[in-house]
């Protein structure tokens, strides 16, 4: 049974930072891409950033250009999201996802397995 389990959310004020992480059980992360959505209430599914197979290539959603990072250690079958400058409108439940391609997708449908998400309220 593969898991997923995200961590490091919480409460942040703006421009505040926090660093997601998106810790896998067995290895599936290896050899598969691993990308971040997020989804704030009344609101769909939004991509936020992925990264490809080997860390060679990432993507991030418009909204979080520039202020997001995205990462990954196979090692450590571990992905991570380093969220800086945080605005209120980030404010969200962050998933991430793995599996279903080598390549990163900006599609929710491109990925096989989802952890269940992790709290991150951007407020003053």
């Known amino acids: 049974q593969v898991q997923l389990v995200e961590s490091g959310g919480g409460l942040v004020q703006p421009g505040g930072s926090l660093r997601l992480s998106c810790a896998a059980s067995?290895?599936?992360?290896?050899?598969?891409?691993v990308g971040w959505f997020r989804q704030a209430p009344g609101k769909e599914r939004e991509f936020v950033a992925a990264?490809?197979?080997?860390?060679?290539?990432?993507y991030y959603g418009d909204s979080v250009k520039g202020r997001f990072t995205i990462s990954r250690d196979d090692a450590k079958n571990t992905g991570y999201l380093q969220m800086n400058s945080l605005k209120p409108e980030d404010t969200a439940v962050y998933y991430c996802a793995t599996a279903g391609s080598i390549l990163a997708s900006t599609q929710a449908r491109g990925y096989t397995f989802w952890g269940q998400g992790t709290q991150v309220t951007v407020s003053s």
């Open positions: 990264i490809n197979w080997n860390g060679g290539s990432t």
């Open positions: 067995g290895s599936i992360f290896s050899g598969y891409a």
